[in-house]
């Protein structure tokens, strides 16, 4: 597990664009010559990347990212017009985050299987951390005498491909954990994790990098299900409220005060 190196110098943003290069335009355009891009080809390519089952979101970058070169290349006199104009793109439709409350954290996590992945989700809750982050943190980021993780990477997937990078908006950042979830998380550091300050801390089984889709399918869902609660609650939703209890003691029945995950 020691062996996963991250990509310095790129965001998670930037690592997202990088594959998008490499997994969709090069692919269908990195033949073709300049002027053979036209708009009927561009707008066949997006909605071909719909039919891929890519979401709305990375249909949106793609095309972005593609527009992006297109204009440059327009600037630098290699086009005369871009052919990115008149292109519907998919609709992203914002939605109001779904957090949990302690409660309801308590019977999820008690369903969820394997359960050495019940600390992932209270990391995620507790801490505020988006999935990259939490699928990026190393040993030597866990301070268990001040009961805090430093978030300092990313790691983003793009169609199957990974790449580490810096958090979103480079929010490197140090972010304090309830003590009773220091506790846990110093018990799977000691029997789970590898002894090298590089190890992951959370991967699946046979120390291979987690896939959100993955384990959103196959651990999320079912445990939400199981508790009696809508699949549509989000992993994602604890990246913009955090569960903080009102008691540091190791019980979950406190009331939920949902703030800020910047704060």
Not at 71 to 95: D, F, T, W
Not at 164 to 189: C, I, M, N, S
Request: glycine content about 6%.
């Amino acid at each position: 597990m020691s062996g996963h190196r991250p990509v310095h110098g790129l965001d998670s943003a930037a690592c997202s664009q990088n594959l998008a290069l490499n997994c969709f335009l090069l692919p269908d355009f990195g033949a073709l010559p300049l002027v053979a891009i036209s708009t009927p080809k561009v707008r066949a390519w997006v909605a071909s990347l719909s039919k891929r089952g890519l979401s709305s979101s990375r249909v949106r970058q793609a095309y972005g990212l593609l527009a992006m070169l297109l204009k440059l290349a327009v600037e630098s006199n290699y086009l005369a017009k871009s052919p990115c104009v008149g292109i519907r793109i998919p609709h992203v439709s914002a939605r109001e985050p779904l957090p949990l409350t302690e409660e309801e954290l308590q019977a999820v996590a008690e369903t969820l299987a394997p359960p050495e992945y019940r600390l992932l989700i209270l990391v995620l809750a507790y801490g505020g951390l988006r999935w990259g982050e939490a699928c990026a943190l190393r040993r030597r980021r866990c301070d268990l005498a001040q009961s805090r993780v430093e978030v300092a990477e990313s790691l983003a997937e793009v169609s199957g491909h990974f790449a580490f990078g810096e958090p979103k908006t480079y929010a490197r950042r140090w972010v304090r954990l309830p003590r009773f979830v220091t506790d846990q998380l110093a018990e799977h550091l000691r029997d789970r994790v590898a002894a090298g300050p590089d190890a992951l801390v959370f991967t699946g089984r046979g120390g291979t990098l987690l896939r959100n889709s993955n384990f959103r399918r196959r651990i999320w869902q079912p445990a939400l299900l199981s508790a009696g609660l809508p699949a549509s609650v989000r992993l994602h939703d604890y990246a913009d409220v955090r569960v903080m209890p009102t008691s540091q003691q190791p019980s979950w029945r406190h009331a939920l005060i949902a703030i800020p995950s910047s704060a």
